[in-house]
């Protein structure tokens, strides 16, 4: 049943492509007295982000009186299916902020295309203000897909400082095993030793990848065109969520509870450790008086993945990307543009802490540098951003990452043992990805 769901889906997928281009050209009304309009559909996003991303689009289209923006708010996690089925319609925006993850698929169905084709010269003076590295992760074969505003990281560790010194120890876990024993040791009447995510929400998954990715793991092969996200870099990851579960040292119910469960019950104090992005409580809990670190998430006491192991994935969450259906794609570019600049670059950094900021001027920042003290000093050592590499991203990964949060599910709850529930994953998967090259 879920081979031929998977295939369904991909299916569809294909032929909302070719829906689309019959549709494409007769939906947008026309322009009237030279003002061109500019539809956008925002994503998801931080409250903060979200407030910020409104209130300085209206500023960008007060400014533009010859670009009429239109500007609509979506919830994140619905947006691959929203911007599918506009596209499938015709009816789709001029620009999308979606995730960074989303290109491959966005890119082979043609959704969106690529901005170096409309201004070459205007995209490439993007890199004067922006950190290489994330200028660079919304680039796809070769093409620049999107304006990437600042990227999230994976897997971070944070830890209340108090109840590590309650229970003995000067220093967070450095390792996996050490890990285990913290959180058992952690784990009170009052509290939980640790808040894990189990959940198919992306972002949970992209955590569970990071740690993967730790121990040498990869999703596909790019050699051989395989699906491996059933090899031991990736199964030696799960067994240790599996492991933490079993022993009964999680907070709430990991299958259920996503990633903003797991920053509240670490922020109120029910959980001594929490697996999270980089960003981990500030969207929420910012000014919180709680006294807690964070660090890169602990490493494998040994490496068992057959890759190079990636101290981190990243991911822009509020990458511009431009429809092929635009009718105004120079004006949509020049909205873009306006995000591109240090004043609204900077706004990841000054007033959103939660983000990991393109603008090289967010590093100078006094909040900066008070909040996420060691993110500046790598910044400045050149280090941050080392050993880093994209989260999972080929074309067809909108199909096969479902497949892995099913194997997730499974292996936690212990329907299946976690090597039977990866391979059962893995052979869906392979079948959704070979449809998709």
Not at 194 to 220: F, H, M
Not at 342 to 358: D, M, Y
Not at 405 to 424: C, F, R
């Amino acid at each position: 049943m879920k081979k031929g769901v998977g295939l369904f889906l991909m299916i569809t997928m294909l032929l909302t492509f070719s829906t689309a281009l019959l549709m494409a050209n007769g939906q947008q009304e026309a322009d009237e007295g030279g003002v061109k309009t500019v539809r956008v559909w925002k994503m998801g996003g931080t409250p903060m982000e979200t407030e910020f991303f409104e209130e300085y689009t209206k500023k960008f289209d007060e400014e533009n009186e010859d670009i009429n923006i239109e500007y609509n708010y979506f919830y994140g996690q619905i947006r691959v299916s929203k911007i599918i089925s506009g596209f499938k319609a015709g009816n789709i925006a001029d620009v999308v902020v979606a995730f960074g993850q989303d290109i491959p698929d966005f890119a082979g169905l043609r959704i969106i295309q690529p901005l170096d084709d409309i201004d070459k010269e205007l995209v490439e003076g993007w890199k004067d203000n922006m950190v290489e590295e994330i200028y660079n992760v919304t680039k796809y074969r070769g093409k620049q897909y999107a304006l990437p505003t600042y990227v999230d990281m994976a897997p971070f560790l944070a830890y209340n400082k108090d109840m590590l010194a309650e229970a003995g120890y000067d220093r967070p876990p450095r390792t996996w095993s050490e890990l285990k024993e913290y959180a058992k040791n952690l784990t009170t009447d009052e509290h939980a030793g640790i808040a894990i995510q189990a959940t198919k929400t992306p972002v949970d998954l992209n955590i569970l990848e990071g740690i993967a990715y730790n121990n040498g793991g990869r999703y596909v092969d790019e050699e051989s065109g395989d699906i491996v996200f059933n090899g031991p870099g990736f199964a030696d990851a799960l067994q240790l969520y599996v492991d933490l579960v079993d022993a009964g040292v999680t907070a709430g119910n990991p299958i259920e509870d996503n990633f903003k469960n797991g920053a509240t019950y670490f922020a109120e104090g029910k959980a001594a450790m929490w697996v999270g992005m980089s960003w981990l409580i500030t969207p929420w809990y910012a000014d919180s008086e709680l006294n807690w670190g964070a660090i890169p998430f602990p490493k494998p006491d040994k490496v068992t993945g057959d890759y190079p192991v990636a101290a981190a994935v990243m991911d822009p969450t509020a990458a511009l990307m431009i429809t092929t259906q635009s009718e105004n794609p120079e004006a949509a570019l020049r909205y873009l543009d306006f995000w591109a600049q240090p004043e609204q670059l900077t706004l990841w950094g000054r007033e959103e802490i939660a983000r990991v900021p393109a603008a090289k001027k967010s590093y100078e920042l006094d909040k900066l540098k008070e909040f996420w003290p060691e993110w500046v000093e790598s910044y400045n050592e050149g280090t941050l951003f080392d050993g880093a590499v994209t989260v999972p991203r080929f074309n067809g990964v909108t199909s096969v990452q479902p497949e892995f949060g099913n194997a997730v599910q499974n292996a936690v709850l212990g329907v299946k043992g976690i090597q039977e529930a990866l391979d059962d994953a893995a052979s869906v998967a392979q079948e959704n990805y070979d449809l998709m090259k």
